[in-house]
C-alpha cells in the first residue's frame, strides 16, 4: 500500500534558521513527487514537482531534493512569511492514474 | 490566467439537505479532481474526472456523493442527504492532458453540516 509520512508534524524556527523539513514514501512506481504550501482557510499552491532520484528545485529560500525513498524541503534563513504548513504528495503507479497521495503535512511556524 | 474557481467558498447545510459545489478548472486544463480535506487529516483523493468521464472514482464514499464534468459548464460535487461527518473543506484541483503534468488547487469549499 502507498505511503507517504512526513517529519516532524510541526517545527518552530528562529527567523534565519534554517531546516530542512523530511517526505519518505512508499510506493510502487513514483511518477513523481509534489510539495504544496497550504496557509490556513487556503488551497494548496504547487511549489514544486521532482520526478527522479538525484533531482533538486529551488524557488527563493526553498530547495526540494529527492532521492529513491525519500524527499526534503530544505528552508535557508527563513522569515515569518514562511510559516505555513508544507505539504508533500505522490504521483504513483500506472500511467493515466494521475491522483495525488498527500502526507498529513508539516506545520512550519517562524518566529520573528 | 484565472486559477481554478471554485463555488460557494463556504455552505452550510441542515442534515438531509443536498450540497452542491461547483469547480471551474484553470484555461486549458482538461483534467478535474476533487480531494477532501477534513479537520486536523490530510488531503484524500475522491475523484478524477476528464470532461464527461469518470476516470478514476476510487476515493467517493460508494453513497450520497457523486460528481461530474459536463462538457459545458463547470465540473459538480454533489452530496446527497448530508450528514455531520461531511462537514469538511472540499478542494478542486485541474491539470492539463497527460500524465506527471502540476495539479493546480483551488481555495476550497468549506461545506458545515449543521
Known amino acids: 500500500e502507498d505511503q507517504v509520512t512526513q517529519s516532524p508534524e510541526a517545527l518552530r524556527l528562529q527567523e534565519g534558521e534554517s531546516s530542512s523539513l523530511n517526505c519518505s514514501y512508499t510506493?510502487?512506481?513514483?511518477?513523481?513527487l509534489f510539495w504544496y504550501r497550504q496557509d490556513p482557510g487556503k488551497g494548496p499552491e504547487f511549489l514544486f514537482t521532482?520526478?527522479?532520484a538525484g533531482e533538486e528545485k529551488e524557488k527563493e529560500r526553498l530547495k526540494a531534493t529527492l532521492t529513491k525513498k525519500e524527499s526534503f524541503l530544505h528552508i535557508t534563513a527563513p522569515k515569518p512569511e514562511d510559516s505555513a504548513t508544507y505539504l508533500c504528495?505522490?504521483?504513483?503507479?500506472?500511467?493515466?492514474?494521475?491522483?495525488?497521495?498527500f502526507g498529513t503535512g508539516t506545520r512550519l511556524t517562524v518566529i520573528p | 490566467n484565472a486559477g481554478v474557481m471554485q463555488n460557494p467558498r463556504h455552505l452550510v447545510r441542515r442534515r438531509g439537505q443536498e450540497a452542491r459545489l461547483r469547480c471551474s478548472p484553470m484555461?486549458?486544463?482538461?483534467?478535474v479532481y476533487w480531494y477532501r480535506q477534513l479537520p486536523e487529516e490530510g488531503l484524500k483523493f475522491m475523484v478524477y474526472?476528464?470532461?464527461?468521464?469518470?476516470?478514476?472514482e476510487s476515493g467517493m464514499p460508494k453513497e450520497r456523493f457523486s460528481a461530474e464534468f459536463p462538457k459545458e459548464g463547470p465540473s459538480i460535487l454533489r452530496i446527497q442527504q448530508v450528514v455531520r461527518g461531511d462537514s469538511a473543506a472540499y478542494f478542486c484541483?485541474?491539470?492539463?492532458?497527460?500524465?506527471?503534468?502540476?495539479?493546480?488547487f483551488g481555495e476550497g469549499s468549506w461545506l458545515t453540516v449543521v
Open positions: 484541483a485541474s491539470s492539463p492532458q497527460g500524465s506527471g503534468n502540476t495539479i493546480y
Open positions: 510506493v510502487s512506481g513514483l511518477r513523481g
Open positions: 521532482l520526478y527522479s
Open positions: 504528495a505522490v504521483q504513483a503507479g500506472q500511467t493515466g492514474a494521475n491522483n495525488l497521495f
Open positions: 484555461k486549458g486544463h482538461s483534467h
Open positions: 474526472l476528464q470532461k464527461e468521464n469518470i476516470i478514476d
